[in-house]
């Protein structure tokens, strides 16, 4: 059974990609991560803020650790190693691509994650900041980009194909935002880390499947949701060509990813497939959304028949 895939340009041997998390902390868990099976592994993010206020100091400062981190990883591995970005705005920080391409990155995953707080500031503002961003980025560089999105845009797959023109290789769906909870008791803010669930994956489909029929050459990840053989299976035939899993690797052991990637091959065999590629986006956008039409149908059919 042929699992290849291409993502970013990178001739994958499987999907499974280990995503931005604790897995990517050291040389020794990148490595248990690879012999699992991992086609490439996300380094954890260097924010923007880290970079922005670096001082003189007689130890190293975070860009200098991660770009050592990088390094020792580099050497540690054989697949391909994405560093990994987050920040909101161009500027001088996004310097340190030059950086990270010449310790050895693979590639760049940019998240672009921001929480829009400003009602003078437009959406169009927001998107054209973040598209500033690839082309600054792109200019810097020349292994490729990917940008992680969030799904709260107005017109997700618009930005998306203006990413695209700027220079993205790829998207990820979704960057996982950590929510806040409340103490009614103690009138404080909870803030929770949760591991993600399959559920978390619903969402993701549908854009996967709406943008894979809407972007020209920009290949698709999905990041978060991603539990099981199933749910891989899902992401592909909505578009993904790459699936990045982290909470499922740190419940249940690096090593179910070996499982998940058999029975995969399993699943593929039993219906008759002859490749990954044979089976990628056989979910298109068409059937997104006559799906959804039926769907609020029968809800509505289900009520009428209680009265």
Known sequence: ?????????????????????????????????????????????????????????????????????????????GIPVIASLNGHSPGPWLDVVTALEQAGADALELNVYYVATDAEESAVTLEQRKVEMVREIKKAIKIPLAVKLSPFYTSLAHFARNLEKAGAAGMVLFNRFFEADIDITFLKVLSNRDLSNSHELLLRLRWLSLLSANLDSATLAVSGGVHSAEDAIKAIICGASAVQMVSALLENGVGYLSKVREELTDWLEHHEYESLHQMRGSVNLARTRSDYMRLLQSWEKLYLRRD
């Open 1 to 77: 059974m042929i699992l290849s895939t291409s993502y970013l340009g990178f001739d994958l041997p499987n999907p499974f990609i280990a995503g931005a998390g604790p897995l990517s902390d050291t040389p020794q868990h990148a490595k248990q991560v690879e012999d699992a099976g991992a086609a490439a592994i996300v380094l954890s993010s260097l924010f923007q803020e880290q970079s922005s206020t670096q001082t003189p100091t007689t130890s190293p400062g975070v860009v200098d650790r991660y770009l050592d981190l990088l390094r020792k990883i580099k050497e540690a591995v």
